[in-house]
């Protein structure tokens, strides 16, 4: 093989340049004089005043420094991080749990380290990116069935070999649907298989003090494992993975993404526990944020209902195709004083693409109905010219 001619700059041109003609280059704006509809802050707890100051005063009664100075095997351990892990794990109903620096880091080590030689996983066609570079570094078949589809499921569930998992979401983050767990989990143990689920967007927003959709349904005797991320609901940062103390030991000793990286410092540990803490104290919101969720399906009109997303979660989606229209859909809702953003193809699918919008417990139902009305007359106007 010759050399290249160009230089590592200009070889980075040309797929930036391919970006800019399909539309679909990505930039990092910030908008923070618009109204939130499109973080995923569901309980307000990342702008809590009261979250804050909790875990300031729980940090004054540490012995706090500024970094954890090493992996959780070399420097970075505490007792603060190991009691944390266990309570989590109790409020939870898991035996166990282990702490990484984000929900991306946790489907990265776990998928990774699970996936040996002789093992398949079956995921959703909709499950996080995390999970698909986890299942990429392992050396697991592989195989994807379509979405929250029983039938294709035990299709593929018929023709796995080996150890077999199967990866699902409890809430899918770009369509903001439940998954039939346990449908699923029944299928599970018909076919000898171990289910994983990412509770990343149920964690927090469910009616049993936002323990997650495997409590509610009662299942976390038929689940192998569950990832719960704090940088959702919580407000905060990092996750957890739960599940046996068997699992807990193998991914301290063959999960990467936790081996090799600075454990999360005393201060995160801390906005982590509190915010749990207040979590337990906050059922009144989580029934406050179902009312919003119902305020905005109610106040979308009949014509704008049929590009909408069927979902009882916070996340609301909107389907309008084509990179360019949903773009400008966004822009002008931008105009109008609402922060929420297009999700463009490649990200989901051609002709997929869509306006996503989250409704948090600090959105009033004045700013609900006001944005009800420019969707619907959006929608309507579309409608007219086809």
């Known amino acids: 093989m010759s050399r290249s001619k160009f230089s590592a700059d200009q070889i980075l041109l040309a797929p930036l340049q391919k970006r800019k003609e399909q539309n679909t280059l990505r930039k990092l704006i910030f908008s923070e004089q618009l109204l939130d509809f499109c973080s995923n802050d569901y309980l307000g707890f990342a702008r809590s005043g009261k979250l804050s100051i909790a875990i300031s005063k729980a940090c004054k009664k540490l012995k706090e420094i500024n970094g954890s100075t090493g992996s959780r095997l070399l ?41 040996l030689n002789g093992t398949t996983i079956i995921y959703d066609e909709l499950i996080h990116a995390s999970v698909h570079d986890g299942i990429k570094l392992s050396y697991a078949t592989s195989y994807p069935f379509k979405h929250n589809d029983l039938e294709h499921l035990e299709q593929r569930l018929k023709i796995a070999q080996g150890t077999i998992y199967v990866a699902v979401k409890s809430i899918y983050s770009m369509d903001g649907d439940y998954s039939p767990l346990k449908e699923i989990s ?29 409590q509610e349904l009662k299942l976390e005797n038929k689940v192998f494992a569950r990832v719960h991320t704090f940088g959702k609901g ?9 599940g046996s103390n068997l699992l807990r030991i193998f991914l301290i000793n063959f999960s990467r993404s936790f081996i090799y990286t600075t454990a ?11 915010s749990y803490k207040l979590l337990q104290e906050n059922g009144a919101e989580i029934k406050q944020l179902q009312k919003q969720i119902n ?39 931008g105009n109008k004083g609402f922060d929420i953003r297009s999700i463009l193809n490649p990200t989901v699918s051609k002709g997929k693409e869509r306006l996503r919008i989250c409704i948090h417990v600090f959105n009033t139902e004045k700013e609900i109905k006001h944005l009800c009305k420019i969707l619907n007359e959006y929608f309507e106007k579309k409608t007219e010219l086809r």
Do not use: M, W
């Open 186 to 214: 029944f299928l599970c143990e018909k076919y000898n298989a171990s289910l994983i689920v990412d509770e990343a967007h149920a964690t927090g927003i469910t009616k049993n003090n936002g323990k997650g959709r495997v």
């Open 264 to 274: 999360l410092p005393i201060r995160s540990l801390v906005a982590i526990q509190q």
């Open 234 to 242: 919580l407000g905060c940062h990092g996750a957890i993975i739960l």
């Open 75 to 115: 420097a970075g351990n505490s007792a603060f991080a190991e009691t944390l892990e266990k309570n989590i794990a109790k409020f939870h109903n898991a035996p166990s749990g282990l702490i990484f620096n984000s929900g991306y880091d946790a489907n990265l080590g776990l998928f990774s380290a699970v996936g």
């Open 295 to 333: 305020t905005f399906k109610k106040g979308v009109s009949k014509t704008a209902k049929q590009f909408l997303i069927v979902s009882d979660s916070p996340i609301q989606c909107l389907v309008v195709a084509g990179n360019e229209n949903v773009k400008k859909l966004s822009e002008i809702l």
